[in-house]
């Protein structure tokens, strides 16, 4: 994926007891990288993170603020199906994450 600056993100996500982070990470060889700072190159930044709750079995996607702490996201909401919250989060159609 293309950042808005032209630097190239890679999309991985980690899971945590009952959460699934999903982080981005600035590839430090891409071309295109003016406008990034040195200190973020080839760095990882969440993303969005999204939540199980066990009792019921359903996921619920959080959003990243610029302190790096995480709110509900209310446009879509917990599904027990997270192929299509994942779906959404690759799709962004606010920008919220992806930007």
């Given at each position: 994926?293309?950042g808005?600056?032209g630097?190239?993100i890679e999309?991985?996500?980690?899971?945590a007891?009952?959460?699934?982070?999903?982080?981005?990470?600035s590839?430090?060889?891409?071309?295109?990288?003016r406008?990034?700072p040195?200190?973020?190159?080839g760095?990882?930044?969440?993303?969005?993170?999204?939540?199980?709750?066990?009792?019921r079995?359903?996921w619920?996607?959080?959003?990243?603020?610029?302190?790096?702490?995480f709110?509900?996201?209310?446009?879509?909401?917990?599904?027990?199906?997270v192929?299509s919250?994942?779906?959404?989060?690759?799709?962004d159609?606010?920008?919220?994450?992806?930007?």
């Open positions: 994926m293309l808005t600056n630097y190239q999309r991985k996500a980690r899971f007891s009952s959460s699934m982070w999903m982080t981005g990470r590839r430090s060889s891409s071309a295109g990288l406008g990034v040195t200190s973020v190159r760095t990882r930044f969440p993303i969005a993170r999204l939540r199980y709750t066990k009792a079995r359903e619920q996607i959080y959003w990243r603020d610029q302190n790096i702490k709110h509900a996201y209310d446009l879509v909401g917990p599904s027990a199906d192929e919250l994942l779906a959404h989060i690759d799709t159609p606010t920008g919220i994450f992806w930007g």
